[in-house]
Nanobody
Framework: QVQLAESGGGLVQTGGSLRLSCTVSGRTFGSAAMGWFRQAPGKEREFVSTINWNGYERDYTDSVVGRFTISRDNAKNTVFLTMNSLKPEDTAVYYC?????????????????WGQGTQVTVSS
């Protein structure tokens, strides 16, 4: 059984930083592409960032380019999302997701496993 556990969310002021972590158990993490998504109240879940199995390929939604960085540590079965220069519009529940394949994807439907989410709140 594959399990994803996010951590690192919280309350931060505008311009602050947070680092989200997602640890995966129950499968070969090193062969899986990973993604971060977010869902704000009343909105659909949206793509934030993705990273391929070896970390060499990454992609971001336009609104976080230059502020967020996705990375992974395959030895620790963990993927990270470092978020800098946070804005109130970044407020959402952030979800970690894993694919069965190693290639990046932007679509929610491309991911096979999901975590429970971690709340990020950015105050103005």
């Amino acid at each position: 059984q594959v399990q994803l556990a996010e951590s690192g969310g919280g309350l931060v002021q505008t311009g602050g930083s947070l680092r989200l972590s997602c640890t995966v158990s129950g499968r070969t993490f090193g062969s899986a592409a990973m993604g971060w998504f977010r869902q704000a109240p009343g909105k659909e879940r949206e793509f934030v960032s993705t990273i391929n199995w070896n970390g060499y390929e990454r992609d971001y939604t336009d609104s976080v380019v230059g502020r967020f960085t996705i990375s992974r540590d395959n030895a620790k079965n963990t993927v990270f999302l470092t978020m800098n220069s946070l804005k109130p519009e970044d407020t959402a529940v952030y979800y970690c997701a894993a694919r069965r394949t190693g290639m990046i994807a932007l679509e929610t439907s491309a991911y096979d496993y999901w975590g429970q989410g971690t709340q990020v709140t950015v105050s103005s």
